[in-house]
């Protein structure tokens, strides 16, 4: 995601480097080669020279401290620039109702389904809620079906009229049935069409007003690139809906939509698609992006999706059990599968500070932990709660089920042994520093003053 657009970027603001302040003339230089890398990334041109234009008046308007680079300072103005071009600040869901409603929009392929259902998921497990999919998805075959498979995934319930083709009826039971059980957030998953047409149009126009939503989303493919923009133009001119789904920003995308939307439609972006799993959605954050676009990382974001995934009481009972050098196969399943709930790892590696740039062109294959989950899956009960038994012949057993060979095996066990040392290890020395710190605190209170 945003690759070529970051590489573009940095080669721009390799200009200023070694100048000792800014000038009209090198601004004007950098700024040409920033506002082609934009354009290149699919941005719409007017919101393009409208950027450029902007951080040419912020950049000659600026006295360098000495202290600081003409090329830093550059990063900085463009940094702004960038996020408050995406919308400057992260925006709500707003779900004020008795249930909330939300209205999901889009063409067909975008994605609605799928970000339903993730959405849905995040609601339930971050927020607390008790949602209700509606399938109003009426034209497309197998798409109640896809919306029943999806609320199945992630333990939700789906309302649908599988011989019902009135869009606003079934939504108005739905909203019924809803109240009745408790639910406290419907999502509409809506028909899409391969173009914008006009009956598409009435119809999720009529069932908007019958509904009254406190949200009304669209749902837009990033890949598309500046079609998504234009689409997203004609859909706000009918629905005018609350905030735009970016999904597949996951995939190889140039950003352009990211980064003109906001613009073009006044309305913020709320959410992201990152990946295929159910897990894979993310509030947008402008400044993050922009952090990512010039290749900052996103620490921020890591340690949130890894807070997501943390356990407290869990942790804890994982400490004990280290100190005591019980950590087991068991134990580190749960680790890997922690790990996978968090995302692409390619992703996840590029958000760690200067990681993205030095891993571009390295690929990272999601299915790295498939050997080593098949060789635990090998291993019997006892095998795994007690690694010291697993001698020659039981590594042979075991690479034969898992469909390895006897040197991945020996690998595993030998990188595990290694692992454990060194888990004890820094436990060891984390809970001695803690005891001399509180040692110190108490002498320290002793003391008079």
């Known amino acids: 995601m945003f690759e070529n657009l970051s590489d573009r970027l940095e080669r721009s603001f390799k200009i200023l480097k070694g100048e000792g302040k800014i000038t009209e003339i090198n601004v004007a230089e950098t700024l040409k080669d920033v506002r082609r890398a934009l354009l290149d990334a699919d941005v719409n041109y007017k919101v393009a020279k409208t950027f450029t234009d902007t951080v040419k008046q912020k950049a ?32 709500e869901l707003h779900l004020e109702g008795r249930p909330a ?17 993730k959405l849905a998921n995040m609601l339930k497990t971050k927020n607390r809620k008790n949602p209700l999919l509606v399938a109003c998805d009426v034209y497309r075959p197998a798409a109640i079906e896809q919306l029943g498979v999806v609320g199945q995934s992630v333990g939700v319930p789906v309302y649908s009229e599988p011989g019902n083709k009135n869009v606003v009826e079934i939504a108005g039971n739905a909203i019924r049935e809803a109240k009745a059980k408790g639910n406290d957030v419907v999502i509409i998953d809506t028909a899409g069409r391969l173009a914008v047409d006009e009956e598409m149009m009435d119809e999720i126009a009529a069932l908007k007003e019958a509904v009254n ?3 009304t989303l669209f749902v837009v493919d990033s890949m598309t690139g500046q079609d ?14 609350d905030g735009v789904v970016l999904t597949k920003l996951d995939g190889d995308t140039r950003g352009g939509a990211a980064l003109s939307i906001r613009t073009v439609v006044t309305k913020p972006i709320k959410f992201i698609g990152t990946g295929e799993k159910m897990e894979a959605i993310d509030v947008f954050h402008p400044d993050r992006m922009a952090d990512r676009i010039l290749g900052m990382g996103d620490i921020v974001s890591l340690v949130e999706r890894a807070q997501e995934q943390f356990d407290e009481k869990q942790a804890k009972e994982l400490e004990k059990k280290i100190r005591k050098n ?10 890997i599968q922690q790990i996978k709930k968090m995302g692409n790892l390619k992703d996840l590696a590029a958000m760690i500070p200067g990681v993205g740039k030095a891993i571009k062109d390295v690929d990272i294959d999601d299915n790295v932990f498939k050997s080593i989950e098949a060789i635990i899956n090998s291993m019997t009960p006892a095998e795994r709660s007690n690694p010291a038994i697993i001698n020659q012949s039981r590594r042979m057993r075991i690479a034969k089920g898992s469909g390895t060979n006897i040197q991945e095996v020996n690998r595993l066990m ?16 984390s809970n001695s520093k803690m005891m001399q710190m509180a040692n110190a605190m108490r002498q320290m209170k002793g003391r008079p003053h």
């Not at 308007?61 to 702004?80: E, R, S």
């Open 213 to 215: 939503p406190d949200e």
């Open 414 to 429: 030998k990188q595990f042994d290694q692992m454990r040392k060194m888990m004890k290890m820094v436990t060891s020395t």
């Open 60 to 91: 000659l308007g600026m006295n360098v401290l000495t202290a600081v680079k003409p090329g830093q300072l550059m990063v900085k103005i463009v940094h702004d620039e960038l996020a408050q071009l995406m919308g400057g600040a992260a925006a």
């Open 326 to 335: 019980q950590f087991d196969f068991n134990d580190f399943m749960g680790q």
């Open 228 to 241: 998504a923009v234009n689409t997203a133009k004609e859909f706000n001119d009918r629905l005018d809906f």
């Open 101 to 117: 409603i939300i209205l999901m929009s889009g063409l067909q392929g975008s994605g609605k389904t799928t970000f339903s259902g």
